[in-house]
């Protein structure tokens, strides 16, 4: 079935240095995507979303690229802090305000001092 | 804003017996609440999505019978893991639905980590 997935698993990064998280998803018809932070022992956090009619956007030290003809999803962290370090997952919507969300693999991001 | 909390964040309990587990959104309104599960390391596994007066509708293969969901109030859905066996251990995460013009976004409570010895 359709699914969303992480290229890479783990990735350890310099303090201060950027980072960046990939997520390739399968259903072309999807339209909404988000991405989530997760610390140990801790629901998700939001981060950024993105909708399908962009392919760019920006938030505080956090930008997410959205690649449709490759489907292909990132988040880019600059000057990573130690707090940064946790899970980060991609989610997948059909279409914005469809509520079901399908989520990624994860990927774990540990930060290095 | 956006808080969603859950309670209790940690339970254990005997095989056969039954855990209620709350999620309340505490600063604003949700029409509609949605309940994961997560195993170790693993993504988050939709279980089932409740709205508030209605009954909740379960994704494939998870047993509503097993997995009793209520949604009395727009602030509060619960979830009861009825006759709960080892194989139940998980974190349960809830999230709560913001949606408004320019807005569609899941807040999601802290988790609840369930041991069934």
């Known amino acids: 079935g359709e699914s969303v997935g992480l290229h890479l698993p783990t990735l350890s990064v310099q303090e201060g240095d950027n980072s960046i998280i990939n997520c390739a998803y399968s259903?072309?018809?999807?339209?909404?995507f988000i991405w989530y932070k997760q610390e140990s022992g801790k629901g998700p956090q939001f981060i950024i979303d993105?909708?399908?009619?962009?392919d760019k956007r920006q938030g505080q030290r956090v930008t997410v690229l959205l690649n449709k003809t490759v489907k292909h999803l990132s988040l880019q962290i600059a000057a990573t802090q130690p707090g940064d370090s946790a899970v980060y997952f991609c989610?997948?919507?059909?279409?914005?305000?469809?509520?079901?969300?399908?989520f990624g693999t994860g990927t774990r991001l540990t930060i290095i001092p | 804003g956006a808080v969603v909390s859950q309670h209790p964040s940690r339970v254990i309990c005997k095989s056969g017996t039954s855990v209620k587990i709350e999620c309340r959104s505490l600063?604003?309104?949700?029409?509609?609440m949605f309940w994961y599960r997560q195993f170790p390391k693993k993504s988050l596994m939709l279980m089932a999505t409740?709205?508030?007066?209605?009954?909740?509708?379960?994704e494939q293969g998870v047993e509503k019978d097993k997995f009793l969901i209520n949604h009395a109030s727009l602030t509060l859905s619960t979830l009861t893991v009825t006759s709960a066996h080892p194989e139940d251990s998980s974190f349960y995460i809830c999230?709560?639905?913001?949606?408004?013009?320019?807005?569609?976004?899941?807040?999601f409570g802290p988790g609840t980590r369930l041991t069934v010895l």
């Open positions: 999230s709560a639905r913001i949606s408004s013009v320019g807005t569609d976004t899941q807040y």
């Open positions: 259903n072309s018809a999807s339209d909404y």
């Open positions: 993105i909708r399908s009619n962009m």
């Open positions: 989610a997948e919507c059909l279409s914005f305000g469809n509520e079901k969300l399908t």
């Open positions: 409740s709205n508030e007066g209605s009954k909740a509708t379960y």
């Open positions: 600063d604003f309104q949700a029409t509609t």
